[in-house]
């Protein structure tokens, strides 16, 4: 069910109805909405409900045993963690590493030595697992109590804003708040609202209208020989990522709002960064932090010399494959990671930032990374992305033909990535803290803003796609 729907505005709409009269009732409030995230869940494939069950319930008494029997606590985490990681393997990784044993056979002269299974990706798999692994994890490490209602726990594991695509919800963060009754105000409302209505903009209006362009790039055989045209095709799917994600994101804050519930920010103006570290501590945060609190982090975190590199590697080469299954998302995490360290090891943003201009040459220099990674990350395999790397980096010939007819018929595209430019240099020039900021956002001028974003989901609006983040 897509937020970009009529069927989950008569969803939404019904669930807010009933709402205010279970509420009050913990039992109530909890199974209905355990109930209303099954049915949202459901509506892709009533048969992956199993799987969210399987990982919630196994979760669910495994942090109750860790409490009753505490000589089982090690056992009972990896319990959890095997049967998570399991399930993610199996539907996610079987198929690459049944291929990658093939390859190898391969490539000793051998034949294919196992049949390789593709299996149907059950969506928001990813996301789920993860949040389940992290409340067992702080179970076991005495910062989080069990509780001992199913339903409360269920209806934190699968609470429909987030369930599919993120953010990441610690259990820390939302178990208290399902705890407890609490009437939204005129704030929730209004800001509620604000979050649904910017994050449908930069989902419809921003990302979808620049898909097109970025498919048909991606899609040819053939990858075009133009410095230019990749410039921007390159620019424009970093700008669609981005878009995508953090308008589900802002959705998915906006409708927990109205619940009267808080999920933290998970976008920050992350191509405002003025160093790599700075970025990742930007973007999609809910992911980010979840990697340095569970897998960096026990693994020794920032130690000195070659061992803290080396975390740094692992941890962002297993987010990078945390994406999918593929060499692409596989060398875009581990490359990163190497990236930080040269960063680390140089000390490049702080030398920088001392010149003239310092802050735009690191700004420069964080999007020149991040673009390449981003070369990787929408390419179907590595020879693609190292012949549109190669074209970027390597100029034979300045080709403008693409750019024009780019010009001709992605106009609509090429407009709102101006518009999104604009934006987010008026973030970065700290327009927004001067004083022509504070008459932004002044009731009657948000009251307009937010009225035009109306308008233009509708008349502006790219074609319907699905989030981009559902593949993961």
Known sequence: MLFNSLIFLLFAGTFFAIWPRVRANPRARWAWLFGASMLFYGFWDWRFLGLILFSGLIDYFAALGMASRPRWKKALLWLSITANIGTL????????????INDVAGA??????????RLALPVGI????FQSMSYTIDVYRGQLKPVRSVLHFFAYLSMFPQLVAGPII????????LEGYKKTSAED??????????????????ADNMAPAIQDAFAR???IDSTPYWWIIITMFAVQVYCDFAGYSDIARGLARWMGYHFKVNFDHPFAAKSLREFWARWHISLTTWFRDYVYMPLGGPMKGLRGHVNTWVTMALSGFWHGANWTFLLWGFSQGVLLSVEKLLGTPKRLIKLPSGRWICTALVIAQIWSAFALFGSRDLTQAFAIMNSMYIPTEWNWLPVQRLLEYQKQGLLVLALFIARELWYYL????KRVGDLLRTPATQTVGLACAM??????????????YFQF
């Open 126 to 129: 990813s996301f789920y697992t």
């Open 170 to 177: 610690r259990a820390s963060d939302l178990l208290h708040q």
């Open 89 to 100: 393997a199996l539907f996610k990784y079987a198929g690459f590493f049944l291929s990658a």
């Open 108 to 117: 000793f002269g051998g034949d294919a030595v196992v049949p390789v299974i």
């Open 221 to 223: 055989a053939h990858v």
């Open 189 to 206: 409302r209004i800001e509620g609202l604000r979050l649904i209505t910017f994050g449908f903009f930069k989902k419809m209006v921003i």
């Open 455 to 468: 308008v233009l989901c509708v008349y502006f609006r790219g074609p319907g796609m699905a989030f981009i």
């Open 430 to 433: 700290g327009l927004d803290e």
